[in-house]
């Protein structure tokens, strides 16, 4: 190679020229404002007293910080008839347990679609496929006709069991599975008499750990948002978003607690994304798997 | 670079079992019969997935299928009317035609610029460090994350002087009235559009930063020596290639999202947007099954939906084959 080695952190980087990272980081730069700006904007929305909040024109800085919305939303919650914690607990409760069914059973059903060969595979993957393309709306109806003929209306099942049969997470992990499992590694365990349960959790699961963080990432703060439901009547099952929904509607009155609801419904998805994240590290490097 | 080369950086990834023996002494369902016997740890496997997959997805969809051609409300006995409802739609019902061509326009172009934001952003991002990397990601999740983040656009571009959009554009004189953004037809469907792009980097734009993450390191250097020239060879040749089934992923959600687009209206126009001017196929679905309770015209509109994506999701895969050629 007649041109001189670019390195970075002492190591040498190839194909990449100066101007592009440039151009590239310029362009990051850009858009990163621009996804950023509503999560800083809903902060500091958070963090304005009450005259600020409506002040004309709008600023998008904050003259006097304080936190009372934050203690005000406490104080308003716990004047709330269902104890403030118990909304607390109903959401992280189908938080968690929807999305490890959802890891553990579809991860299982993923593993056995792409690395089994077994009759009726092929149609199974195509049934998962198809029907993420088939639009919810219509299908509410008779689920709750199921619901209530398997007498879960009105449980944390209803919202819990659909989650473990969730399609996205499944074809996420039949998608990390089929990238990233050499053939070879797979047979060469089949041959040394590894039952299929255990490749599947000693050498397939973790090769594919950014697959199933990144189920971790979306499913838990998708689970985390669940409002109100069609299933759910009892006020003592329902869950942190719907009651914050129920005090933010008081109006003008109550914008300043609705400002700091925003960022706390926000904090834990985003605690668990950067757990998540900082913990995709480089699997290829330690495992080996790929040949 | 000749492809031949490309093509050998990349490695065979196809499932393969224990090899199917050729039996000549038993019957196509015996032979059926035998393998599945000899592999029912996978039935095992998929069992409480694809148990509760088919109860709340496949019922539903099979029987919704079956219910676009009948009417049904829910109350009465459904009545079997063969392709009435299908025939009501496209000869009986301007709204849906303009549903339709909304639709169209939003997810020509939400669909391919979320894909290749998504993807692009990915790339750029996974040469950062760990740390940093998921600093960054997160910045860029930040949409996805806020939850029902679409208020604040409600409140940058809201009609009154209030709105952040009118007050700077009143002071630096380009304006001398508040613009009603979201009650005016020429403004609603740009400014959803952005919003939908901005909020775009979801689910796929992780799948791709965790597949670009499983991409073995040797096959870049491997390739560096083979006469790759730039960065933008490498991910056509080498980058590309090793994430096709995250490709495929993440073209399936595109569709999915650009085609079943509205939530973002509902939220910033209201439902019904001003003269439908931003009504789309999911809102029609909406407004007779939830609202008017005609399962069957509704079920008739989902299925056309569906039929929509499954069309394009086969364009799609057509083009995606073509990756790293």
Not at chain 1, 263 to 268: C, D, E, P, R
């Amino acid at each position: 190679m007649g041109k001189k080695l670019r390195t970075r952190n002492h190591k040498v980087i190839l194909n990449r020229s100066a101007g592009g990272d440039m151009g590239i980081t310029i362009f990051l730069v850009v858009l990163g404002a621009f996804m950023f700006f509503p999560m800083y904007y809903a902060v500091i929305q958070a963090l304005k007293p009450l005259d600020e909040l409506w002040m004309y024109p709008p600023k998008f800085y904050v003259e006097h910080p304080t936190f009372s919305n934050f203690s005000l939303m406490f104080k308003t919650l716990q004047t709330s008839w269902v104890p403030f914690s118990r909304y607390i607990f109903n959401t992280v409760f189908i938080s968690v347990a929807g999305t490890f069914g959802n890891l553990v059973f579809g991860s299982l059903a993923a593993y056995a679609i792409s690395k089994i060969v077994f009759p009726g595979r092929k149609m199974l993957a195509s049934a998962v496929r198809l029907s993420l393309m088939f639009h919810a709306t219509v299908t509410g109806v008779v689920n709750f006709l199921t619901m209530s003929r398997l007498g879960w209306v009105d449980t944390y099942w209803a919202i819990i069991v659909p989650a473990w049969g969730a399609t996205l997470g499944m074809f996420l992990m039949q998608t990390f599975m089929e990238s990233s499992i050499q053939v070879s590694v797979l047979e060469a365990a089949r041959l040394d008499g590894s039952s299929e349960i255990r490749t599947y959790w000693q050498i397939v699961m973790p090769v594919v750990k950014p697959g199933w963080i990144t189920l971790i990432i979306y499913s838990f703060k998708d689970l985390w948002a669940t409002g109100s439901s069609n299933y759910i009547y009892s006020e003592q099952l329902k869950t942190f978003n719907y009651a914050v929904g129920q005090i933010v509607s008081g109006g003008i009155e109550r914008a300043g607690v609705g400002t700091a609801s925003s960022v706390v419904m926000m904090l834990v998805p985003i605690i668990v994304f950067i757990i998540g994240q900082s913990n995709v590290i480089e699997t290829m490097a330690s495992s080996g798997m790929k040949d | 670079m000749s492809e031949k080369t490309a093509s050998a950086t990349v490695k065979e990834n196809k499932p393969l079992g224990k090899k199917p023996v050729a039996r000549k002494d038993m019957s196509k369902v015996q032979w059926v019969l035998k393998e599945m016997k000899r592999n029912y740890i996978a039935y095992v496997m998929c069992a409480p997935f694809f148990l509760i997959f088919f109860t709340f997805t496949i019922l539903p969809v099979i029987l919704s299928l079956y219910y676009s051609f009948t009417i049904f409300n829910l109350i009465e006995d459904e009545m079997w009317v063969w392709f009435d409802n299908y025939i009501r739609l496209f000869l009986d019902d301007d709204i849906f035609l303009i549903a339709v061509q909304n639709t169209l326009i939003f997810a020509v172009i939400i669909g391919p610029v979320s894909y290749m934001l998504s993807l692009f952003v990915a790339w750029f991002i996974n040469e950062l460090s760990p740390k940093i990397r998921a600093v960054v990601t997160l910045i860029f999740y930040a949409p996805s994350i806020s939850g029902g983040a679409t208020t604040i656009w409600v409140v940058f571009f809201s009609g009154d002087s209030y709105g952040y959009a009118n007050s700077i554009l009143m002071r630096m004189g380009l304006i001398e009235t508040p613009i009603q953004f979201f009650q005016n037809a020429t403004y609603v469907m740009p400014l959803c559009i952005v919003v939908a792009l901005w909020s775009s980097l979801g689910t796929s734009f992780l799948s791709f930063i965790g597949g670009l993450q499983t991409i073995d390191k040797a096959q870049f250097e491997a390739a560096a020596v083979d006469g790759i020239k730039n960065r933008w060879q490498e991910l056509w040749y080498v980058t590309l290639p090793n994430m096709k089934p995250q490709l495929l992923f993440g073209a399936i959600l595109a569709i999915t999202s650009a085609f079943g687009f509205g939530a973002i209206v509902d939220g910033l126009a209201g439902n019904p947007s001003v003269d439908y001017c931003a009504w789309t196929i999911v809102h029609h679905l909406g407004d007779y099954g939830g609202a008017r309770y005609e399962i069957g015209y509704s079920s008739a509109i989902a299925t056309i939906l569906f039929a929509m994506m499954i069309g394009s999701n086969m364009l799609v895969k057509k083009i995606l084959a073509k990756v790293g050629q």
